[in-house]
Antibody, heavy 122, light 110 residues
Framework: EVQLVESGGGLVQPGGSLKLSCAAS????????IHWVRQASGKGLEWVGR??????????EYTASVKGRFTISRDDSKDTAYLQMSSLKTEDTALYYC?????????????WGQGTLVTVSS | QSALTQPRSVSGSPGQSVSISCTGT?????????VSWYRQHPGTAPKVIIY???KRPSGVPDRFSGSKSGNTASLTISGLQAEDEADYYC??????????FGGGTKLTVL
């Protein structure tokens, strides 16, 4: 069974840092890109960024509002992806999901985690 | 990158058909056949129902269909059921290797 489990969320002050994890199981993790998507309470989905697979040189891309502040990485030996967030702003408060996009001609975002809540507040 | 434009709400009666539009630009919806649609019930993660404009993942009933014309993609749900009441989001690949979601549409089954 494919599973994605996010962890690491919590309360952090503006300007602080937090590192989220996305632990995968049930599929070949190394053959998928991992995307992060966030959702503020009562709001819509916002694409945050992604890291591609080794076959695609672990390329990363980010939405403009987090570029330079957020960094996505992965450890294929642990089947885990990470979202390092720094210089956090109150507007980064949201439920953060990780989701997969298998390499090749595949369906994007076919499995999602349950999300981990990040609250940026003083 | 601005969010794709979706109507805030649509409604329909059981058994009827409804369509939800998703308008972007030539840099996203209009430029690529990488539009997908997601359904989200309250308190749960999104679920993909359409990808690559008009493909259905395994297990998604053929009541759901997708199409695209120019810079606008559409999701059509036929034979509305009570369980279809949810939020729906479109998503598109964007030039420059990023992705963007629509603002979301709340579907009410009357």
């Amino acid at each position: 069974e494919v599973q994605l489990v996010e962890s690491g969320g919590g309360l952090v002050q503006p300007g602080g840092s937090l590192k989220l994890s996305c632990a995968a199981s049930g599929f070949t993790f190394s053959g998928s890109a991992i995307h992060w998507v966030r959702q503020a309470s009562g709001k819509g989905l916002e694409w945050v960024g992604r890291i591609r697979s080794k076959a695609n040189n672990y390329a990363t891309e980010y939405t403009a509002s987090v570029k330079g502040r957020f960094t996505i990485s992965r450890d294929d030996s642990k089947d885990t992806a990470y979202l390092q967030m720094s210089s956090l702003k109150t507007e980064d408060t949201a439920l953060y999901y990780c989701t997969r996009f298998p390499d090749g001609d595949a369906c994007p975002f076919d499995y999602w985690g349950q999300g981990t809540l990040v609250t940026v507040s003083s | 990158q601005s969010a794709l434009t979706q109507p805030r709400s649509v409604s329909g009666s059981p058994g009827q058909s409804v369509s939800i539009s998703c308008t972007g630009t030539s840099s996203d919806v209009g430029g690529y056949n990488y539009v997908s649609w997601y359904r989200q019930h309250p308190g749960t993660a999104p679920k993909v129902i359409i990808y690559d404009v008009n493909k259905r993942p395994s297990g998604v009933p053929d009541r759901f269909s997708g199409s695209k014309s120019g810079n606008t993609a559409s999701l059509t749900i036929s034979g509305l059921q009570a369980e279809d009441e949810a939020d729906y989001y479109c998503c598109s690949y964007v030039v420059g290797n990023t992705w963007v979601f629509g603002g979301g549409t709340k579907l009410t089954v009357l």
